[in-house]
């Protein structure tokens, strides 16, 4: 499986985003597709994931309320929605998939698109 992250760019605060996660190559039935973020000197850190094949959602505690992940079936692809931007939500964003099923641990997701940045000025 492949996927290609997008929709990055400097915003200010307020502002709103829609990152994309194209997809091709089989996503099985019992995997998540997660976004995770990661800032300068920080580590790696989970943001949101969802189920492939149902509409079960998980966020982090800092973006509950202002992020939506969702996904576009006929085009195999999963969006991030991010509204009321803050800068501490400056990252690269990464998406990824996990075979195993939900998880918040970036180790167990298997396969990672390439990353996109989202730098927000205050």
């Known amino acids: 499986v492949q996927l290609q992250a997008s929709g990055g760019g400097l915003v200010q605060a307020g502002d709103s985003v829609r990152l994309s996660c194209a997809t091709s190559?089989?996503?099985?039935?019992?995997?998540?597709i997660g976004w995770f973020r990661q800032a300068p000197g920080k580590e790696r850190e989970f943001v949101a994931s969802?189920?492939?094949?149902?509409?079960?959602?998980y966020y982090a505690d800092s973006v509950k309320g202002r992020f939506t992940i969702s996904k576009d079936s006929a085009k195999n692809t999963v969006f991030l929605q991010m509204n009321s931007l803050k800068p501490e939500d400056t990252a690269v964003y990464y998406c990824?998939?996990?075979?195993?099923?939900?998880?918040?641990?970036?180790?167990?997701?298997?396969?990672w698109g390439q990353g996109t940045l989202v730098t927000v000025s205050s």
């Open positions: 969802k189920w492939w094949n149902d509409g079960r959602t």
């Open positions: 190559g089989r996503i099985f039935s019992s995997s998540t």
């Open positions: 990824a998939r996990n075979r195993g099923g939900y998880s918040r641990y970036w180790g167990d997701f298997d396969s």
